[in-house]
C-alpha cells in the first residue's frame, strides 16, 4: 500500500485508494498530504491550548484554517507546493508548542478502532470542509475567531487517545452547528460585499472574441478578473460553482460578464480543451490539465498543479496581478458565436423571500405538492444519473431546491414552472446550502410549524468532497432527518456509525430512482 485515502466519494471500490488518488493525487502527494494534516493537528492541540488561556493568534488561526483547506480534494496537487505547508507548519510548531507534542501518527489506518477511527475521520473530512468556508469569508474580510476556536478543539480532540465514541459522536454534531456559523458568516460575507444575489436569467451560450474562462468557488478572484478586463474586448465566462456569480449585483453590471460555459467540473478536460481561451482556476475542482490546455491554464490561491503557471496571491491589500492571464487570452483566436440555453439562477434565501407569497399561495392552493432539496456535489460516477432521473420522474407539482454543481444534473432539464415559479430554484454554490436551510426555517415559521421534519420537504443529497461534509453536519445539527445521500454512502463511515446515523436520523442510501420518487412525494 503506497498511500490510503477515503475522503471523497469517489474513494476506489469504495474502500480506499491505495496507489494513486481517482481524483489524480499522487502517492507522494497523498502521503505529504498526511504529513501536513499531522502536524496541523498539532498546531490544533498547541492552538486549544493557548485559546484556553485566553490568547488569540489570528496568523495561526489562518495557517491552520488553509492547511485544512489546500488538502481537500481536486486542490492542491503539487508536492513542491504542499512541502512548503509542511514547513511552514514546523515553524509554526516550533513557536507555538509548550512542552512535548502529543503522540500522532501521520497514517489514517493508525486508529486501530474502526468506529473512532471512523468517527475521528468524519470529524477531520467536517473541519476540512468548514475551512473551505470560512477561507472564502477571510479573503473577503469576514473573521469570527470562534470558528477556529472550534477547529482547534476538534483538532486536538482527534489525538486524544481514550475518546469515547459519545464524546466524538457530539463533537460531530457540534462541527455541524459551527459549519451553520461558517457558512452564515461567508452568506454575509458574500452579500455585504457583492450585494444580495437577484433572479437572473444567464445564457449558455459563447460570443465571438477572446475569453477567460474561471471556475472554481473564488467571488473576489471573478471581481479582480472583471476589473482588470474592462475595456480590453474580452468576455469573461463562468464555469462549475462560478456560475452563481452571475447573480450578484456587484459582479452581474460588468458588460463583459458574458454568461455561463459548460457545466459540472468533472467535464472540465473536454470543455476547457474546447475553449479556445485563458482560463483560471480559484480554488477546488481541479482535475490534471491535458496537454491541448496547459499552457493557457492557470492556478491560483491554494489550487495548484506541477507545471502550471499560478497567479500568486495579493500582496498588502493590493489585487492579484491577472495580467500573463489576459495576454494569453488575447494571444489566442477565442471563441465564435455559439447559441445556448436560458437557465433562471440567483434564488438565495433574500431572493425567495421576496416571491415568498407566490410560493406560500401555491402550497396553499395545492398547486406545490412537494420541495425536494437536491444539492450537492457531482462527480464521475454513472450511479449520479439516478438524480437526474428524480428529477426527471418527479410528478409537475413537485419543487427542486438545490446549490452545488449537482445542479448540472438536471438545470437544463427545461422541467418548467409553477405558476412563475421554477421548478428548479438554484440557490448558488455548495455553501449557499445555508441558503436552502434558511428558506426551509421560514416556511417552517410561515406554516406554524413546530418542526422542519414537518414541512412538505424532502432531502436527496449528492455528496463527493469534503465540503459536502461540513453540509450533511450542518443539516444534521438543524434537526433533518430522512436525508438520502448518494450515490454511496462515505468509506470512511463504519457501519456501526452508519448504525448510530440512521437510529438518530434516518440517514438513508439512495435507492433505485422511481421507487424513491414515490416515498419523496409520500414524506418518506
Avoid at 503557471?309 to 455559439?338: C, M, T, W
Amino acid at each position: 500500500m503506497n498511500m490510503f485515502c477515503y475522503q471523497c466519494q469517489e474513494a476506489l471500490k469504495n474502500q480506499g485508494c491505495t496507489s494513486q488518488g481517482v481524483c489524480g493525487k499522487t502517492a507522494g502527494v497523498a502521503n505529504l498530504q498526511d504529513d501536513l494534516i499531522a502536524k496541523i493537528k498539532l498546531l490544533g492541540y498547541w492552538g486549544n491550548q493557548a485559546r484556553k488561556a485566553g490568547k488569540v493568534d489570528r496568523e495561526l488561526d489562518r495557517f491552520v484554517i488553509e492547511g485544512l483547506f489546500a488538502t481537500v480534494t481536486n486542490v492542491d496537487f503539487d508536492p513542491a507546493r504542499i512541502t512548503a505547508l509542511i514547513k511552514q507548519a514546523e515553524t509554526a510548531l516550533n513557536k507555538h508548542r509548550q512542552g512535548d507534542n502529543p503522540p500522532v501518527s501521520t497514517s489514517v489506518l493508525s486508529e486501530t478502532n474502526e468506529d473512532i477511527r471512523s468517527l475521528k475521520e468524519l470529524l477531520i473530512y467536517g473541519l476540512k470542509g468548514m475551512a473551505a468556508y470560512a477561507d472564502h469569508a477571510w479573503l473577503l474580510g469576514y473573521i469570527d475567531d470562534a470558528i477556529a476556536g472550534f477547529i482547534y478543539e476538534a483538532l486536538a480532540a482527534t489525538l486524544l487517545p481514550a475518546i469515547s465514541a459519545d464524546e466524538l459522536v457530539a463533537l460531530v454534531i457540534k462541527a455541524g452547528e459551527f459549519g451553520v456559523k461558517t457558512m452564515a458568516l461567508l452568506d454575509r460575507a458574500n452579500t455585504e460585499t457583492f450585494g444580495q444575489p437577484e433572479i437572473t436569467v444567464v445564457s449558455t451560450g459563447t460570443k465571438t472574441g477572446p475569453a477567460i474562462l474561471v471556475s472554481g468557488h473564488d467571488l473576489l478572484d471573478l471581481l479582480e478578473i472583471l476589473k482588470q478586463t474592462e475595456g480590453k474586448g474580452i468576455n469573461v465566462y463562468t464555469h462549475g460553482e462560478m456560475l452563481p456569480a452571475l447573480a450578484y449585483p456587484k459582479l452581474k453590471k460588468f458588460a463583459h460578464l458574458a454568461g455561463n460555459y459548460g457545466s459540472s467540473w468533472f467535464n472540465q478536460q473536454a470543455e476547457f480543451a474546447a475553449f479556445n481561451g485563458a482560463i483560471v482556476m480559484t480554488t477546488n475542482c481541479l482535475q490534471k490539465p491535458l496537454e491541448s490546455y496547459q499552457d493557457r491554464i492557470f492556478t491560483t490561491g491554494l489550487v495548484a498543479w506541477p507545471g502550471v503557471a499560478h497567479i500568486a496571491d495579493r500582496n498588502s491589500g493590493q489585487s492579484k496581478d491577472f495580467s500573463p492571464v489576459i495576454a494569453k487570452a488575447l494571444s489566442l483566436g477565442g471563441l465564435k458565436e455559439q447559441a445556448g440555453q436560458q437557465i433562471t439562477i440567483g434564488f438565495a434565501h433574500d431572493a425567495v423571500m421576496q416571491v415568498a407569497d407566490k410560493i406560500i399561495a401555491a402550497v396553499k392552493t395545492g398547486a406545490i405538492k412537494r420541495f425536494v432539496v437536491m444539492a450537492g456535489c457531482d462527480g464521475r460516477h454513472k450511479e449520479r444519473e439516478y438524480f437526474s432521473q428524480v428529477a426527471r420522474q418527479l410528478p409537475k407539482d413537485a419543487v427542486i431546491l438545490t446549490a452545488g454543481c449537482a445542479k448540472y444534473r438536471y438545470n437544463m432539464l427545461n422541467l418548467g414552472e409553477i405558476g412563475g415559479i421554477p421548478r428548479v430554484i438554484d440557490a448558488g454554490q455548495c455553501n449557499d446550502s445555508y441558503s436552502l436551510a434558511v428558506i426551509a426555517l421560514k416556511l417552517k415559521e410561515v406554516f406554524g410549524l413546530k418542526d422542519i421534519n414537518d414541512l412538505p420537504l424532502s432531502f436527496d443529497i449528492a455528496w463527493y468532497e469534503q465540503k459536502a461534509v461540513i453540509v450533511l453536519l450542518a443539516l444534521l445539527y438543524l434537526g433533518v432527518k430522512g436525508i438520502r445521500l448518494g450515490p454511496t454512502l462515505p468509506a470512511f463511515v463504519s457501519k456501526n456509525v452508519a448504525d448510530v446515523l440512521v437510529k438518530n436520523f434516518n440517514l438513508k442510501l439512495v435507492g433505485e430512482p422511481a421507487h424513491d420518487v414515490g416515498l419523496i412525494m409520500a414524506g418518506q
